[in-house]
Nanobody, 128 residues
Framework: QVQLVESGGGLVQAGGSLRLSCAAS????????MGWFRQAPGQEREFVAA????????YYADSVKGRFTISRDNAKNTVYLQMNSLKPEDTAVYYC?????????????????????WGQGTQVTVSS
């Protein structure tokens, strides 16, 4: 089992920045891919960014490319999401997730069904 705890959400004005953190405990963090997803009210949970176990393979949703940066520190069992130039449409609950099915591979998946452990989420609100 893996436990994931997100932090760093909050209220920010458009154009501002936030850094989300996701601390992992349990299984060996450095072996598996991690993802960030978000869910706005009334909408489905959507992919934001993902990173493989080594940090060498990264994907972003088109909507956040160039503004958000995902990274990980395996020594601290933590994955980050740096969010810059925030827009009101970025308002959502942000979730981190772990994909334990394919440890130490180059595979980085971008669908919610691929991830088998989820955090509780952290609210990000961007005001205009």
């Amino acid at each position: 089992q893996v436990q994931l705890v997100e932090s760093g959400g909050g209220l920010v004005q458009a154009g501002g920045s936030l850094r989300l953190s996701c601390a992992a405990s349990g299984r060996t963090f450095s072996s598996y891919a991690m993802g960030w997803f978000r869910q706005a009210p009334g909408q489905e949970r959507e992919f934001v960014a993902a990173i493989n176990w080594s940090g060498g393979i990264i994907y972003y949703a088109d909507s956040v490319k160039g503004r958000f940066t995902i990274s990980r520190d395996n020594a601290k069992n933590t994955v980050y999401l740096q969010m810059n130039s925030l827009k009101p449409e970025d308002t959502a609950v942000y979730y981190c997730a772990a994909d334990l099915k394919l440890p130490r591979t180059h595979v980085v998946r971008r669908t919610t069904s691929a991830y088998d452990h989820w955090g509780q989420g952290t609210q990000v609100t961007v005001s205009s």
